[in-house]
């Protein structure tokens, strides 16, 4: 490649200097003001070791404090793990900051699509999109869920019935289930496209799974080689990865034509009065379609739609990995999910109404578990102007003066796991979310760690912890799909859980964790499956009856 590069380019000299330009261009601006910011004494090969990036900006964290600076040669990025800073950077002053390195990385895989647009782009699209996902949508996707989560359902009972009974059930990689489970999901309720991944491979599953694998690499790779002229063509890996982006859109670019072809005035009408149940695709794309405006192309559909196939599955199948792997630990929380699992299943798959039911899935051990192992465990930021960051829960009062084209990184996982914010922050213990507990120390500065569940919000989010606990983000650039996800995760829940018994193969160190896009098991979810014999549905309520909480639960005083 460099041979290649230096061929392209003429003299040997200049080739070497345009080559360490582009090499040190890499991702991350100059070191642009924060001179106040304590700077982190670290290496950038600390970054590259073995261990997960977001584990060593944690060790920094508790060294050097809630705003501080990795510097390397002329370039540096801040790193954030401080709610106060966090509300400023998504909330208070959210349109001063782009997605910079992040947008720059996924840029040649989602275009103008909403996670890496620039604002212009995305103040349009985000009022398109964001219509689209409404309660009637809902309603005809957890039904969907539920027959999705039926065929993993029966993969796992043929599995099951293959695999060895009297050794109590056969072991099988859940991370790996999942995965495919939320592809399945995410293909068919963004364009009504059944992958099929349960049960099959295709070249199109096969093509989605590289473009992932890419995006991830080039997430955590430090020099951006593949901008290299002529990389795509002699590194064997973005050869396959440029092959496997046409094959995508070649899919998605048909499914948009399609959609526009069979456009019939019935469904448009349906659509418009979100009447649902009369319609034969119920999906995204169709929605778009139907109800988009004149000006958007099929470029900037293709994008939205690549946007969310991405951003929607690997982050579920996440959560549904960590959420069984902490519960299999769990016994005394899986024993309340599986009651409530039992009580309002009452033998059929959760549907619109049952679903919101759930708050044992939905509410605390989702919730839980997205504390623990945060998907992303990173946001990214580029400042577009300057700013004044506060100087938050135990920084300088004074705040940090940065500059235009400041890198930041908001680290989630280092929120989430804050002992100082959370009590036992490494334990899984899904009740903390009815707890009160806030630092005596911040009072005044801020509003609270835990977040109380129920009441009107759907899951604990930021609102209710100020900014502590930001599982799909927030402010305006907070995730359009949270809702989706946290339904389809009940569901898969509910179903699998209710079927079958789950217990981890060998110890939880073994499962490792690795840094990708999402975090990521480092051996697999190995667990040993084996039917369940859920017990006989309980009896209706009688009519007129309040309905019975499964439950009750009080907050429980810190
Ligand atoms: C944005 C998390 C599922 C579509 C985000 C962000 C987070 C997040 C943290 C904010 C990123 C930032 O501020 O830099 C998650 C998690 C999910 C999930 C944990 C699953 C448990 C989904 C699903 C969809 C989706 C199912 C689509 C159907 C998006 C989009 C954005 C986004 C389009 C960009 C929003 C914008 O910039 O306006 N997600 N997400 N996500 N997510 Fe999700």
Same mark, same amino acid.
């Given at each position: 490649l460099v041979y290649a590069y230096f061929r392209g380019k003429g003299n040997l000299t200049d080739g070497l200097s345009r080559l360490l330009t582009e090499i040190s261009q890499g991702y991350f601006q100059p070191?642009?003001?924060?001179?106040?910011i304590p700077v982190a004494q670290g290496e950038l090969s600390d970054l590259a070791g073995d261990q997960p990036l977001f584990k060593a900006l944690y060790q920094w964290f508790i060294e050097s404090g809630g705003v501080y600076k990795l510097v390397f040669g002329p370039k540096a990025f801040i790193v954030v793990s401080d709610p106060v800073v966090v509300r400023h950077l998504l909330k208070d002053n959210a349109f001063n900051y782009d997605k910079g390195v992040l947008a720059e990385i996924l840029e040649p895989i989602m275009g103008r699509g909403l996670i890496p647009a620039d604002l212009d782009t995305w103040r349009v699209r985000r009022r398109a999109v964001v219509p689209a996902f409404h309660r009637q949508y809902y309603d005809a996707m957890v039904t969907m869920f539920g027959r999705c989560a039926d065929r993993s359902s029966d993969k796992l009972q043929a599995l099951v019935e293959k695999g060895q009974v009297g050794l109590g059930g056969r072991v099988v990689d859940m991370e790996s289930e999942f995965l495919s489970l939320g592809l399945d999901i995410i293909g068919l309720g963004v364009f009504n496209y059944d992958f099929g991944s349960i049960t099959s491979e295709s070249p199109v599953i096969k093509a989605v799974y590289g473009v992932l694998k890419e995006a991830e690499h080039r997430s955590t790779f430090y020099l951006p080689y593949w901008n290299l002229p002529l990389a795509d063509v002699l590194v064997p890996r973005q050869a396959k990865f440029r092959r496997d982006l046409r094959v995508i859109n070649d899919c998605l670019d048909d499914l948009i034509r399609k959609a526009q072809e069979t456009r019939v005035e019935e469904d448009a009408e349906a659509l418009q009065n979100r009447d649902y149940s009369k319609l034969r695709d119920p999906s995204l794309l169709r929605f778009l379609v139907d109800m988009r405006g004149e000006d958007v192309t099929n470029k900037q559909l293709r994008d939205d739609l690549m946007t969310m196939l991405i951003a929607g599955h690997e982050t579920t199948a996440a959560v549904l990995t960590w959420a069984l792997y902490c519960l299999m630990q769990s016994p005394a929380a899986l024993e309340r999910v599986l009651r409530e699992v039992d009580g309002v299943e009452r033998g059929g798959n959760p549907q619109g109404e049952t679903v919101a039911d759930l708050e044992a899935c939905k509410g605390d051990p989702l919730g839980e578990s997205l504390r623990m192992y945060p998907q992303p465990p990173i946001l990214i930021r580029r400042a577009l102007g300057e700013d004044v960051l506060p100087g938050g829960l135990r920084g300088d009062p004074a705040g940090y003066p940065i500059g235009t084209g400041a890198d930041l990184f908001i680290s989630v996982w280092n929120l989430h796991r804050s002992p100082y914010l959370w009590k036992d922050p490494d334990t899984f213990r899904p009740d903390r979310f009815f707890e009160s507990y806030s630092n005596p120390d911040f009072e005044g500065k801020w509003a609270g760690a835990y977040a109380v569940s =129920? =009441? +009107?919000?759907?899951y604990p989010n930021e609102v209710g912890s100020d900014f502590a606990f930001i599982p799909f983000g927030g402010g305006a650039r907070k995730c359009v799909g949270d809702q989706f996800a946290m339904f389809e995760a009940t569901v898969a829940l509910a179903v699998l859980l209710r079927r079958f018994s789950f217990a981890l193969e060998g110890p939880p160190e073994k499962v490792g964790m690795a840094t990708g896009a999402t975090i990521h098991t480092a051996n697999g979810l190995m667990v040993r499956v084996s039917r369940r014999t859920p017990p006989p549905p309980p &009896? +209706? &309520?009688?009519?007129?009856? &309040?309905?019975?909480?499964?439950l009750p639960r009080q907050p429980v005083a810190a």
């Open positions: 070191d642009v003001g924060g001179k106040n =129920g =009441g +009107a919000a759907l &009896p +209706a &309520p009688a009519a007129g009856s &309040p309905r019975e909480e499964q």
